[in-house]
């Protein structure tokens, strides 16, 4: 009947919320990842172990039937992850719309967020982000994205892999010029938590001065703003396109597209070289 995402620990088990514990243990079964880390996080908490369903990459899709059924025998499910929340750059995205699909409730039990955590903590601007979780590992879709970041105002949360942080950096750095800001997160909230910030090319030579563990999330910050143009400017711009012919407006239209500018200010401007 109810399908329940549970937030869980991503390194400290002492974020694990009694909201959390109370929903792991109500549960008639839990889906997991790794039934042994479940195990481990179930005897922290206190909580009789029950049946485990392991729903994984490779299991999610064929498992997703029989969760139905137990949904629809009215017994509520648990889901949770190795750590963070489940959907988010882990299994549960397909299961949760199987389940609205078929008319089965979904909670939310929040917990902590690698993305959030480390976007917070790196210093970047957090009022527009975007996730991108993990860039494709190589071909026309991974030289798409760094493309799409290069240009990407907002600050912007990855995943990556240790042992492809080298890769990644360098390629950012490629892609979106060395000198853009970015903060690079490791182990977060576990005992060897490490926040490294600084720029594309000083983060190539971090990486390569060490050999990164753990769990790493990339924080990119956005692309400046391009300055304003000064009064001169779309002043010239604006007395081109009429001397080509235009109307005040579609001259405002133009040069506000192209420089940047609100369209009533080279509306304005259009209106008084045109009197």
């Given amino acids: ?82 750590a963070g929340m489940p959907g988010i750059s882990d299994p549960g995205e397909r299961l949760v719309r199987a389940a609205v699909a078929a008319g089965h409730v979904v909670e939310v039990v929040p917990g902590p967020s690698a993305a959030v955590t480390a976007l917070v903590a790196s210093g970047l601007p957090t009022g527009r982000y975007a996730f991108e979780g993990f860039l494709a590992r190589k071909g026309s879709g991974r030289t798409a994205r760094l493309a799409e970041l290069a240009g990407e105002r907002r600050t912007t949360v990855l995943y990556e892999a240790p042992h492809r942080l080298a890769r990644t950096l360098a390629d950012l750095a490629e892609a979106c010029g060395p000198e853009r800001q970015v903060a690079v997160a490791r182990e977060l909230t576990k005992l060897h938590e490490e926040l490294w910030r600084g720029s594309l090319r000083e983060a190539c030579d971090w990486v390569a001065e060490r050999e990164p563990r753990g ?37 405002a239209a133009v040069v506000a597209v192209a420089l940047g500018v609100p369209k009533r200010r080279a509306y304005e401007v259009a209106v008084r070289l045109r009197d």
Avoid at 34 to 60: F, S, Y
Avoid at 226 to 238: C, G, I, K, T
């Fill in 1 to 82: 009947m109810t399908l329940v995402l549970v937030g869980t620990p991503i390194g400290n088990l002492g974020d694990l919320s009694p909201r959390a514990i109370e929903a792991l243990a109500a549960a008639d079964a839990i889906c997991c990842e790794d039934t042994r880390r479940t195990g481990r996080l179930l005897q922290h908490a206190g909580v009789e172990r029950r049946p485990l369903i392991v729903v994984n990459d490779h299991t999610e899709v064929r498992a997703t039937a029989g969760i139905l059924a137990r949904l629809a025998l009215g017994e509520r499910v648990a889901v949770v992850t190795d």
């Fill in 215 to 251: 769990e790493v999330v990339v924080v990119l910050d956005g692309v400046p703003a391009p300055a304003e143009a000064d009064d001169d400017a779309v002043e010239a711009a604006v007395r081109a396109r009429l001397d080509q012919g235009d109307s005040p407006r579609d001259a």
